[in-house]
């Protein structure tokens, strides 16, 4: 890793060069020397910043901007491929949307390695063991690598009874088969850029995985066309050519990310004599990353069992729930950036020794996000109707869309501190409480909530009613008890109500346990590392287990 002279070298002489007019500039030249300016004022280098001293503020923004963006442009990945699969037929976008969720739920399966590889290496950059954190990062590409191939090679054998669980017309069918076919070939190229993307953002560069985010969209809003219909001389595809287009650039942004990773020359540098497995080191990347995996497919099935609980419901249901969630889904990336960014902060400070600025960087970030999404909240709630006029001109769907976003708008703020608390576990090297917090919030809290709240519940016939019978006193007072609580059903506006109630309680839940101060004892440097490899006294506690 080469930090400080010849990087800062070179942002001197790129401000220089702004600065530098030869004789009478042109006012293009004027121009362009000014949005320079104004991007060097908004995005500052790795080395521009402190995150283990001075401020929280600055560089937590710094480096949470480019993870907003990052996610804006994967975004933009995805709604490339659905817009242009929309226009080549209806059967190409149930197709891609059925495929969706089994490549997201692939991928969650591997994605705590690359996790696993941003909070060690963020901690051993701030304990300034530049020599640790490169093996830390050479041993996650290798066993990313690895799970890559065979999370591939089962998803390209068994993805026909895959796709069969979740049924659908034999066409789409067949078509949601050779996309998954294809994707799951490339699935290398889809955990080396996430693994880029996380090794960078934990030695504190988050910029440079923006960039090559955007050549990624680029090259696939120009190859999707020509690969979808058979533009020039390329075959007509369809949903396949979607595929290839995906798989394509993701492995140019694999070459381009190992190559800045083998140079060494923006951030941490990967080495191939550091890339021979360490098995003992991998138990330290699985006990980190495993919750962290657990966390995402806990959120991938939650996602899927919301849905049975929406369907039924009908379609005007279904459309505002589906406008509802996209707009969290971007109204939420501040949250979800600052959280990553938090994750990196807290795990530098960690590794530098410095857990009360850890604990400070989470709570400043909890109370930004609480303020700016809370204001974004009453923002949404007064302009609810016109928001889900923008998707759809059907006055039903606008009506029932408007509850949706007026019953969760006001909770906005706790989605902040939700994130911002469980970036400060993460960081820590908690992933297991982490994961918990999520998957309390979703499974124990949201979708009780919403089937409890969204159904009548009749006590006769029950199985309670059954268990009971044999004693008439009990039985008459549960009966009654029953009745009063579930005769009243809010039917949909039962789903909204626990997407408000679970934000409220998943930011309790977070606050209240990071309070408990247990995420302190978490370091995964020095004696953690030893600990690992087996050489530290037995009698040493485990410095990483979750509490």
Do not use: C
Not at 95 to 109: D, E, K, Q, R, T
Not at 124 to 151: H, K
Not at 219 to 230: A, E, H, Q
Request: aromatic share 10%; net charge negative.
């Amino acid at each position: 890793m080469n930090e400080g002279g010849r990087d800062a070298g070179s942002a001197d002489g790129e401000r220089s060069g702004d600065d530098d007019t030869d004789g009478d500039p042109s006012g293009g030249d004027r121009l362009l020397a000014g949005v320079k300016r104004r991007v060097n004022m908004v995005f500052k280098g790795r080395e521009e910043f402190d995150l283990t001293s001075g401020g929280i503020g600055k560089p937590l923004f710094y480096l949470s901007l480019p993870i907003v963006i990052t996610n804006l442009l994967q975004t933009a990945y995805n709604l490339v491929d659905t817009i242009w699969l929309g226009q080549y037929s209806e059967e190409a976008l149930a197709a891609i949307g059925v495929a969706f969720p089994l490549v997201f739920f692939l991928i969650s399966l591997g994605l705590g390695i690359s996790i696993a590889g941003s909070i060690l290496v963020a901690q051993n950059v701030g304990a300034g063991d530049e020599e640790q954190a490169e093996f830390a990062a050479s041993q996650t590409v290798t066993f990313a690598i690895i799970a890559s191939l065979i999370l591939g090679s089962v998803g390209y054998l068994f993805v026909g009874d895959l796709i069969g669980l979740l049924g659908g017309p034999p066409n789409v069918v067949a078509e949601a088969t050779g996309y998954l076919e294809i994707i799951s070939l490339g699935m290398v190229f889809m955990f080396a850029f996430f693994v880029f993307m996380s090794l960078m953002r934990g030695y504190g560069d988050t910029i440079t995985p923006m960039l090559v985010m955007f050549v990624t969209v680029v090259v696939n809003m120009i190859l999707d066309p020509f690969l979808i219909f058979g533009w020039g001389p390329f075959p007509e595809l369809g949903v396949q050519g979607a595929a290839y287009a995906t798989v394509f650039s993701r492995a140019l942004a694999t070459v381009i990310g190992m190559a800045i990773m083998f140079r060494g020359n923006r951030g941490v540098q990967i080495r191939l004599a550091d890339m021979v497995p360490d098995l003992a080191y991998l138990r330290k990347i699985l006990r980190v990353g495993v919750p962290a995996s657990i966390e995402n497919t806990g959120n991938s099935i939650a996602v899927v069992l919301m849905l049975t609980i929406v369907t039924p419901f009908g379609e005007t249901v279904i459309a505002a729930y589906t406008v509802g969630v996209r707009m969290f889904s971007v109204i939420f990336l501040p949250a979800i950036a600052v959280g990553r960014g938090v994750e990196t902060m807290a795990g530098q400070n960690i590794g530098a020794d410095e857990t009360e600025r850890a604990g400070r960087a989470t709570g400043f970030a909890a109370k930004a996000m609480f303020g700016v999404l809370a204001g974004v909240g009453v923002l949404t709630w007064l302009g609810a109707p016109n928001i889900v006029a923008i998707f759809s001109n059907d006055a039903e769907v606008i009506e029932i869309g408007r509850l949706f976003l007026r019953y969760v708008a006001p909770t906005f703020g706790f989605t902040g501190i939700f994130h911002a608390y469980k970036g400060g576990f993460r960081g820590a090297g908690k992933t297991m409480t982490a994961a918990a917090i999520s998957i309390t919030m979703l499974g124990v809290v949201r979708l009780p909530v919403a089937y409890v709240a969204s159904r009548p519940l009749a006590y006769e016939g029950s199985w309670l009613a059954g268990l009971l019978s044999g004693v008439p006193v009990l039985d008459g007072v549960a009966g009654a008890v029953a009745d009063l609580l579930f005769a009243g059903s809010l039917g949909y506006e039962g789903i909204w109500l626990a997407f408000g109630v679970s934000n409220v309680a998943g930011a309790l839940i977070a606050y209240l346990w990071f309070s408990r101060g247990t995420w302190r004892d978490a370091d995964l440097t020095g004696s953690a590392v030893a600990a690992v490899d087996g050489d530290a006294d037995p009698a040493d506690p485990e410095p990483a287990t979750d509490d």
